[in-house]
């Protein structure tokens, strides 16, 4: 095969990692062709018309600025400055994510993400396929075939290469566990989630602050709200599966009128379709996927979810999925041999995913018990001082994961360096004036390295 007919790929999915890859290929001089199992969100609306926002944060951010899509984005994105806890008494306390207004995360609207994503991949020239579900695929012949939504019509098509970008119950995935062993592993949190909806206020503005993430962290269980720039929020129940409350004990409408009664006061005006939101929604179940090996030589390479499927409490699934195409789109860009770029991306990208999976189950704890513990306060105090007196050696980790684009692997290892250095320096004090600041301030500079910082 010559080298420009090979600069061909097929990507499965036109979700968000797909359409974006397919962008910045083809701005490569790559032909692509994306391959959907559902219709056209442009032509048909988006996913049963509920709004779904996500948090977009810098490595995203940062991808799709090299794809030309960040200006349409950011115009109707809506800036979440911190935390908002509610607290069970109907107390509320904003909790800054960053230092100032450039360290800020951004709710976008999901339908409105994909639509603007194929649109620039249109433009750019690359040619989407809706309605076509990967069915099979012949790896030896390089043949993929794909149904449309009944399965009446089928399509055989050849392709030189194979991207799943077609989520975390990836059929590509599937067809690969059938030519090598993956190393597959699924881990079930043994928590779900469910949606409801805070309208906006009478008047037609938001309920509440608007430019926030809002917590309501009760311990074993929180909800949390992200705003839509229609000026409502998506609201997340998340619940274990069993125990008291659970999805086994909170099963319809006065069930959760009571939950929320006990637990979540300050929010019961805001939901006013709080049972028929609970009883209509599907219950979400929450993962983590593990695979040790993601691609099939040169013919066969996963991404995004398909790859790393993780639980939501880093909101980084979509950030990791595009930072993902920018790597992959770099690899293949570099490296005209397809296999040996996919193996660099495997051996770049796998760590980091393990990385941000592992911080994400780690953020649950964090947001739904500890913003209320003291020990947790106390060394988060010292960790703000830290940060203004090092800034180029320590850097609070939240603030790695989402305001930098250091790899992820980096970002666990200085945070738990970091967590155990706050943990020493605050054991047997009660407040900060007992410290000893010239000897903390040399114990950082020995323990800590400067840090990879974006320029
Ligand atoms: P997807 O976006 O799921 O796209 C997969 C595409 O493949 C879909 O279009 C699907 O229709 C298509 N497809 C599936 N099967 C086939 C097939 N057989 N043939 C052809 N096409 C197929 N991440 C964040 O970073 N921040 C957040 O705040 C955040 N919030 C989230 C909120 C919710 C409710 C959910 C569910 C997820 C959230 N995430 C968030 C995670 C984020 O949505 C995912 O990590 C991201 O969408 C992964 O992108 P992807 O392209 O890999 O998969
Ligand atoms: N998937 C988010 C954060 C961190 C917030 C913090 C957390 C909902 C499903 Cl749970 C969650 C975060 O530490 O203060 N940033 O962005 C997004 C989150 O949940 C999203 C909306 C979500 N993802 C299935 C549900």
């Known amino acids: 095969m010559s080298h420009d007919a090979s600069r061909h790929i097929t990507i499965i999915g036109a979700g968000l990692a797909g359409a974006l890859l397919a962008t910045l290929l083809v701005q490569r001089g790559w032909r692509v062709d994306v391959y959907e199992k559902r219709g056209d969100p442009r032509v048909h609306g988006y996913g049963g018309g509920r709004s779904i926002n996500l948090a977009l944060a810098e490595r995203g951010l940062h991808a799709l600025r090299q794809a030309g899509g960040d200006d349409e984005v950011m115009a109707r994105a809506v800036m979440m400055r911190g935390r908002m806890v509610h607290f069970l008494d109907g107390r509320t306390d904003l909790?800054?994510?960053?230092?100032?207004?450039?360290?800020?995360?951004?709710?976008?609207?999901?339908?409105?993400?994909?639509?603007?994503?194929?649109?620039?991949?249109?433009?750019?020239?690359?040619?989407?396929?809706?309605?076509?579900?990967?069915?099979?695929?012949?790896?030896?012949?390089?043949?993929?075939?794909?149904?449309?939504?009944?399965?009446?019509?089928?399509?055989?098509?050849?392709?030189?290469?194979?991207?799943?970008?077609?989520?975390?119950?990836?059929?590509?995935?599937?067809?690969?566990?059938?030519?090598?062993?993956?190393?597959?592993?699924?881990?079930?949190?043994?928590?779900?989630?469910?949606?409801?909806?805070?309208?906006?206020a009478a008047d037609g503005s938001f309920r509440i602050e608007p430019n926030a993430l809002h917590i309501w962290p009760r311990g074993r269980y929180m909800c949390i709200a992200l705003p839509n720039d229609e000026q409502t929020f998506t609201v997340t129940l998340f619940l274990p599966n069993e125990g008291d409350p659970s999805f086994a004990t909170v099963r319809n409408g006065a069930d959760v009128r009571a939950l929320f009664e006990r637990d979540f006061a300050d929010a019961i005006p805001l939901i006013p379709a709080l049972e028929t939101d609970?009883?209509?929604?599907?219950?979400?179940?929450?993962?983590?996927l593990y695979l040790d090996r993601w691609h099939l030589d040169g013919r066969a390479v996963l991404l995004g979810d398909a790859a790393h499927a993780m639980v939501p409490f880093h909101g980084q699934g979509m950030n990791c999925a595009f930072e993902d195409c920018v790597a992959l789109a770099e690899h293949l860009d570099r490296t005209p041999d397809r296999a040996a770029a996919f193996a660099a991306f495997q051996a770049e990208r796998l760590p980091n995913a393990r990385a941000i999976q592992q911080m994400a189950l780690e953020n649950y704890l964090e947001m739904r018990d500890r913003v209320d513990d003291h020990d947790y306060l106390l060394q988060r105090a010292l960790e703000l001082q830290l940060a203004q007196r090092h800034p180029d050696r320590f850097m609070p980790r939240y603030s790695m994961v989402t305001f930098q684009r250091m790899p992820y692997a980096t970002a666990l290892d200085r945070g738990q360096r970091q967590r155990a250095l706050l943990v020493e320096l605050t054991a047997g004090h009660d407040t900060l004036d007992t410290l000893d600041w010239d000897a903390v301030d040399a114990t950082v500079r020995a323990r800590l390295e400067p840090l990879p910082l974006d320029a």
């Open 95 to 200: 909790q800054r994510y960053g230092r100032d207004d450039s360290e800020v995360i951004w709710s976008v609207n999901r339908g409105e993400l994909n639509i603007t994503l194929l649109n620039l991949a249109e433009q750019a020239g690359v040619r989407l396929h809706f309605y076509r579900s990967l069915d099979h695929v012949d790896f030896d012949g390089q043949v993929a075939t794909f149904a449309d939504e009944g399965g009446y019509d089928r399509v055989a098509v050849r392709f030189d290469a194979l991207v799943g970008a077609d989520g975390a119950g990836s059929a590509l995935r599937a067809a690969m566990r059938g030519q090598l062993e993956l190393g597959e592993r699924t881990e079930f949190l043994g928590h779900s989630y469910k949606e409801l909806e805070i309208p906006p």
């Open 278 to 288: 609970f009883e209509r929604n599907p219950t979400g179940l929450l993962a983590t």
